[in-house]
T-cell receptor, first 113, second 115 residues
Framework: GNSVTQMEGPVTLSEEAFLTINCTYT??????LFWYVQYPGEGLQLLLK?????DKGSNKGFEATYRKETTSFHLEKGSVQVSDSAVYFCALEIKAAGNKLTFGGGTRVLVKP | DADVTQTPRNRITKTGKRIMLECSQT?????MYWYRQDPGLGLRLIYY???????NKGEISDGYSVSRQAQAKFSLSLESAIPNQTALYFC??????????????FGPGTRLLVL
């Protein structure tokens, strides 16, 4: 079956620090990969996505590269802000399998001023 | 106005009660989903519907039922609530389109506490 594994949190950082959240996956098929973000009290929002190997998704200063050889999609940001405090979810989707999303467990990130 | 709305936003109920969570969307999407979120487990799919006449069980459908009243409305019912159904529930919508990826759009969530 399909699964997504991401590092457990919470991750606590100071403002302007470098952030990495690891995500690896197993999939029967060729998945598209996503990062969703959940700000406090809100629903999930799509942060970025990548549909094929070596694609780089980017948004709001965040980046993630689809690495087929290591089955990974790590999220990075070079200089975090307090407003980046949220829970981040890695997810995969296989369109041929009905487009159902499989989520990782989520990583809570807390950025302190 | 939000594209995907959920009511209520918070609900406290007692064991054995029947409750309904509602979801409405203005995005015009055919596909709708219900998930529950538990700490450390991410989101898990309860039910999904690809159109008004197509409803499918997800990975954790036991104890839940759904109704797709119209393209824009998808309701989740707990027939007899139990404490381990305490969770955050999300509705989502999507449009398959023609591209290689289908983005899901989430509502703000309903926080349910079963006593």
């Amino acid at each position: 079956g399909n699964s997504v594994t991401q590092m457990e949190g919470p991750v606590t950082l100071s403002e302007e620090a470098f952030l990495t959240i690891n995500c690896t996956y197993t999939a029967t098929g060729y998945p598209s990969l996503f990062w969703y973000v959940q700000y406090p009290g809100e629903g999930l929002q799509l942060l970025l996505k990548a549909t094929k190997a070596d694609d780089k998704g980017s948004n709001k200063g965040f980046e993630a590269t689809y690495r087929k050889e290591t089955t990974s999609f790590h999220l990075e940001k070079g200089s975090v802000q307090v407003s980046d405090s949220a829970v981040y979810f890695c997810a995969l989707e296989i369109k041929a399998a009905g487009n159902k999303l499989t989520f990782g467990g989520g990583t809570r990130v807390l950025v302190k001023p | 106005d939000a594209d995907v709305t959920q009511t209520p936003r918070n609900r406290i109920t007692k064991t054995g009660k029947r409750i309904m969570l509602e979801c409405s969307q203005t995005k015009g999407h055919d596909r709708m989903y219900w998930y529950r979120q538990d700490p450390g487990l991410g989101l898990r799919l309860i039910y999904y519907s690809f159109d008004v006449k197509d409803i499918n069980k997800g990975e954790i459908s036991d104890g839940y039922s759904v109704s797709r009243q119209a393209q824009a409305k998808f309701s989740l019912s707990l027939e007899s609530a139990i404490p381990n159904q305490t969770a955050l529930y999300f509705c989502a919508t999507s449009d398959p389109g023609q591209g290689p990826v289908e983005t899901q759009y989430f509502g703000p969530g309903t926080r349910l506490l079963v006593l």
